[in-house]
């Protein structure tokens, strides 16, 4: 059975992607949705991001509400989507990043996704990869299945934000994402599957840009083995930011999802700390380190590529020098830097 469909925010996460940001607007704009708010946030960026949005909006004549909303301060990726979700008009947030493009189609489809059911917290969908450029790189549907809360929670398994929308339920009376400079869409992933269900849709709906400025990965790190290890070492401490914020929310969740995602949190916890371990035990210990993550439940694909990427960077490096979205943001990091040289 099919309800009313829910009022939408189109939220464009800015971040010192001026280059992108005009397109990234322009295609939130281009929503062939009725009644649909474009609010495009932007987090304290020092480029001209948010002097490109305010000219735009100014402009704008259609049929969307459209508004700006400037953050004096950075609040990282996890507290610019709490702020946009605490401003917002709509019951659900589809978001939507600086660097990236919409299709015209995407507010409804995912507005008729969530008029599935009232316990729809979360939709997802596929993507499409381009470079800096705008020209194809890849495209893939959403992820064939959606994953029990024990093994999200603990195996850190989650939907990109880019690729996600979320009604606002998941923002409120929770644990705030302020300060979270990753991760914060695999948190609300688990939060999705603890209070509701998430629906996976197989429409491409969006193209994300593989560029020398992508926050969401590494970019220039991918020249230098030792910025690549370093990098990683960041993203977990990240990942350590949002377990604590999931734990904060146990208290406020069902008896039952309590139950279950207590010792899943300890589980990934563990499989963190394991992790980190890697890049410092001596090499006789590393087989009994191995076993132990293989307890938390972690593959043995998923041991030995985080093994490569904390012990021997440049030989992972090495091997992914032919993934296509990696040489796309190569190719950027160099013509940026060119560009950077230039008198």
Known sequence: MTGAEPSISLVVRLHNTARFAAAAIASALG??????????????????????????????????????????????????????????????????????????????????????????LLVAHGQRSIDAEGRPIAQRAAAGRVPALAEAASLGQGFAGAVSAYRRRLFRGLAPLDGLTHSEDWLLTVRALALGRVLLLPQVLVSRRSHAGNISGPTAELAAAAAYRAWGLRHDRAAFAAYARLRADLPRLPAAQRAELGPALTRGLRRLRLRRAAARVPLGRLPALVRALRRTGTSQRGIWRDLMRLRWPGLMLHQGRRDPMRRAILADVARQGAERRKP
């Open 31 to 120: 929503q062939r949705h009725a009644g649909l708010e474009v609010l495009v946030i932007d987090d304290a960026s020092s480029d001209e991001s948010a002097a490109i949005a305010e000219r735009l909006i100014a402009a704008y004549a259609g049929p969307h509400r459209a508004r700006l909303l400037r953050l004096e301060r950075n609040h990282g990726c996890g507290g610019a989507l709490q702020a946009a979700a605490a401003a917002a008009g709509g019951e659900v947030i589809v978001l939507a990043d600086g660097d990236d493009l919409s299709d015209p189609e995407r507010a409804a489809t995912i507005a008729a996704a969530f008029a599935t059911a009232p316990d729809v």
